[in-house]
């Protein structure tokens, strides 16, 4: 039930400031128990998309009030929206937050934390034409960054990252691989390491700009491929 009303609010089944249907309506509707509804309209309203209140009943927020960063509502989404409205919806907060989390590791990054991003790099490089090897090791390096950051808040990102580039960076390296981008953008990457090996944050800054800009256009190629059109081979 909880699932169901998530994604049918996303979609615009149950326009945002409006009221639900009066509970009787949503228990013969959807054939639950009132135990079930209210458990459902419970899990909503700690998530920011739902609001009771006495003789008046339940409503829906304004989106503005959602909790994004929950997996659930990011799984609704991901399910419900097309995956370019998704890819450029998180690109202006992955410009916002990645680069000056880059510039703060280059900063405060111990050598441990170091370690982990030559590793997941050096994945990065080994995996050859294992996709989902190279998926995973490329989602490591990003969040190994964030880690690296020690701000808890920044680390409080790692489940938006992970869950919508889980989705977006197959496309992405599909794009890559369709212009025969992937040395390039590779050694984008080891930019972005080299920078925050050397602890020089306005280099990492402006070399992961660099590089979550490209990854927006190499998820618009692989979308653009999948659409059975040709993609674009400008860098």
């Known amino acids: 039930m909880l699932h169901q009303l998530g994604r049918e609010i996303v979609v615009g089944d149950y326009p945002a400031d409006e009221r639900m249907p009066d509970e009787a309506s949503m228990l013969a509707r959807y ?3 009132r135990t079930a509804l209210r458990e459902a309209y419970a899990q909503l309203s700690a998530k920011g998309m739902v609001v009771a209140k006495p003789k008046v009943g339940t409503s829906v927020t304004s989106p503005i009030f959602w909790n994004m960063l929950d997996p659930e509502v990011l799984l609704w989404h991901l399910d419900s929206k097309p ?19 880059a510039a703060l590791a280059a900063q405060m990054r111990s050598d441990t934390e170091l370690s982990r991003i030559e590793t997941a790099y050096a994945q990065m490089k080994e995996a050859g034409r294992d996709r989902d090897g190279l998926i995973a090791a490329d989602l490591r390096f990003h969040l190994e960054i964030l ?44 930019d972005v390491l080299e920078a925050i090996r050397w602890r020089n ?8 700009e660099i590089l979550v800009d490209d990854s927006l256009k190499d ?17």
């Open 83 to 101: 995956l370019d409205e998704i890819a450029m919806s998180l690109h202006p907060l992955r410009r916002m937050i990645e680069p000056g989390a």
């Open 147 to 190: 880690a690296a950051t020690h701000n808890p808040f920044i680390g409080a990102f790692n489940t938006l990252l992970t869950t919508v580039m889980q989705r977006t960076l197959a496309l992405g390296w599909s794009g890559v691989e369709a212009v025969s981008l992937k040395p390039a953008r590779l050694l984008q990457h080891q």
């Open 31 to 33: 054939d639950i128990s």
């Open 219 to 235: 998820i618009m190629n692989g979308l653009a491929i999948e659409g059975g059109q040709t993609p674009s081979a400008g860098i």
């Open 201 to 208: 944050p306005d280099m990492a800054r402006m070399r992961m």
